[in-house]
């Protein structure tokens, strides 16, 4: 083995080069990939470096699918009546009974009694009697994406309805589960935002898209369009609509109309957009 005048064996000396060597080759390799990926690969990259971005789509994702599930997540019928637990507050899941036994995730069984001075109500549990929460279990029948019909449901108990049941998010003043209803909200919630934003889109890429690329009139006209909307605050223009729809509608009538004015007012920032990148090419 040679040595080097400063000491350091040649085999060292040739193995710190190649390194120094592929670390400078690092940076064009990756230079070269970005120019070579797609727009989807550029756009998925970008995002995945954004750590509340993932946190937030896995958050959306996961409200999506149980929008899409309602029916299967939601323990009970949204319209079901409890009317031994009107105003009921949330039941509390334990593992540990007051003997500090371990069990599988459970539910005590609540009674309600009355305060004979203010004639109100309160809920106390019954230590006595456990009632295990279970996956999968038999429950009110219903018809997934009405079409299916199924019983199953995620979560429950299996004590009848109208001796126990188990609210996440407590019961209504009618003993409705708040819980199940959230579910069934959330597909009207989420789809309103979804399909209006898909439409904005659609409006905003096609308006600007047309006055970007033909300009003259054209630009003038859907520029002026979209000046005059934007100079309407939001709020009252939103109200004002929806009191344009007729009060007699069905809910699912009234639910795209309501969809159709958000994709109404907000495909104007998009057109803009859409317009300036025309513009530039």
């Known amino acids: 083995m040679t040595t080097s005048p400063r000491g350091v064996p040649e085999e060292v000396r040739e193995r710190q080069a190649l390194d120094r060597h592929l670390e400078e080759e690092v940076p064009g390799a990756e230079e070269e990939?970005?120019?070579?990926?797609?727009?989807?690969q550029l756009m998925w990259w970008k995002f995945?470096?954004?750590?509340?971005?993932?946190?937030?789509?896995?958050?959306?994702i996961f409200f999506y699918l149980v929008a899409i599930f309602a029916e299967f997540v939601a323990p009970y019928d949204?319209?079901?009546?409890?009317?031994?637990?009107?105003?009921?507050?949330?039941?509390?899941?334990?593992?540990?009974?007051?003997?500090?036994?371990l069990h599988r995730p459970f539910i005590y069984q609540r009674d309600r009694i009355r305060n004979e001075e203010t004639l109100r109500y309160y809920y106390i549990d019954d230590i006595t009697i456990l009632h295990p929460i279970k996956l999968f279990v038999k429950g009110t029948p219903y018809k997934l994406w009405g079409i299916f019909d199924a019983d199953l449901h995620l979560f429950g108990v299996e004590a009848a309805r109208e001796e126990?049941?188990?609210?996440?998010?407590?019961a209504d003043r009618l003993g409705r589960d708040v819980f199940s209803r959230l579910c069934y909200g959330a597909r009207?919630?989420?789809?309103?935002?979804?399909?209006?934003?898909l439409m904005s889109l659609v409006l905003g890429i096609i308006l600007g898209g047309i006055s970007g690329y033909y300009g003259g009139r054209v630009d003038t006209i859907i520029q002026r369009v979209i000046e005059f909307?934007?100079?309407?605050?939001?709020?009252?223009?939103?109200?004002?609509?929806?009191?344009a729809l007729p009060a007699d509608w069905p809910v699912v009538r009234l639910y795209f109309g309501i969809t159709i004015i958000l994709s109404l007012i907000g495909w104007t920032g998009m057109a803009r957009v859409v317009r300036g990148r025309f513009l530039a090419l």
């Open 78 to 101: 949204p319209e079901a009546y409890f009317a031994r637990y009107k105003l009921a507050p949330p039941t509390p899941i334990r593992i540990i009974d007051t003997e500090g036994k």
């Open 48 to 60: 995945r470096k954004h750590k509340l971005a993932m946190a937030g789509g896995v958050i959306l």
């Open 164 to 170: 126990q049941g188990v609210f996440l998010a407590g």
């Open 33 to 40: 990939r970005l120019y070579v990926a797609s727009q989807w």
């Open 188 to 197: 009207i919630s989420l789809s309103i935002g979804l399909i209006g934003v």
């Open 229 to 243: 909307v934007r100079t309407i605050p939001n709020i009252p223009l939103w109200m004002a609509l929806s009191a």
